[in-house]
T-cell receptor, first 115, second 114 residues
Framework: AQTVTQSQPEMSVQEAETVTLSCTYD???????LFWYKQPPSRQMILVIR??????QNATENRFSVNFQKAAKSFSLKISDSQLGDTAMYFC????????????FGTGTRLAVRP | ETGVTQSPTHLIKTRGQQVTLRCSSQ?????VSWYQQALGQGPQFIFQ???????GRGNFPPRFSGLQFPNYSSELNVNALELDDSALYLC?????????????FGDGTRLSIL
């Protein structure tokens, strides 16, 4: 069965600094997608970035980038130039091609950006 | 374009009761998934519907059931409510089951069981 593990329950970073959130996963499939979602106190789950497993190049979206290590089954998120609005819960999620739209989430990392 | 909307925002029920939660998918989306998010946890997949048919289910008992309507709105029904059913229930919709499309989430319904 697919699993996603986030080993950092809480992280803190100074505004304008860089922070990296860790995620490891397990799957027996070769075709899958990985995602980072952000959930602010407003509760809505917002897609931050996604990575297709067949792509070797790491995905980037403005200040957000990932370090995808397929062999190690590792998928970390780097946030550069942290902003106060980045304060939220961050969830790593796995989607296997054979499972339709099903997302398997980790337990989340609570990120606090300090002014 | 309108996003995913869920109703109600909050709901309080007692053990043994039944509840119906509603979701309006984003315009043009024909796939909807429901998730249960307990306090301090990541969302857990309940099931998904594609074109009014259930086509994937997580480890939830049969008292969790759903419907998807021709306009792609959806309902989650839970019978015989238990204290552990207290959670945030999230609905997510996407456009197609072909090429991977990102899912769009609603704000959720907070269900409290007394």
């Amino acid at each position: 069965a697919q699993t996603v593990t986030q080993s950092q329950p809480e992280m803190s970073v100074q505004e304008a600094e860089t922070v990296t959130l860790s995620c490891t996963y397990d799957t027996s499939e070769n075709n899958y997608y990985l995602f980072w979602y952000k959930q602010p106190p407003s509760r809505q789950m917002i897609l931050v970035i996604r990575q297709e497993a067949y792509k070797q190049q790491n995905a980037t979206e403005n200040r957000f980038s990932v370090n995808f290590q397929k062999a190690a089954k590792s998928f970390s998120l780097k946030i550069s130039d942290s902003q106060l609005g980045d304060t939220a819960m961050y969830f790593c999620a796995l989607r296997e091609m054979s499972s339709g739209d099903k997302l398997t989430f980790g337990t989340g990392t609570r990120l606090a950006v300090r002014p | 374009e309108t996003g995913v909307t869920q109703s109600p925002t909050h709901l309080i029920k007692t053990r043994g009761q039944q509840v119906t939660l509603r979701c309006s998918s984003q315009s043009g989306h024909n796939t909807v998934s429901w998730y249960q998010q307990a306090l301090g946890q990541g969302p857990q997949f309940i099931f998904q519907y594609y074109r009014e048919e259930e086509n994937g289910r997580g480890n939830f008992p049969p008292r969790f059931s759903g419907l998807q309507f021709p306009n792609y709105s959806s309902e989650l029904n839970v019978n015989a409510l238990e204290l552990d059913d207290s959670a945030l229930y999230l609905c997510a919709s996407s456009q197609d089951r072909g090429e991977i499309q990102p899912q769009h989430f609603g704000d959720g319904t907070r269900l409290s069981i007394l």
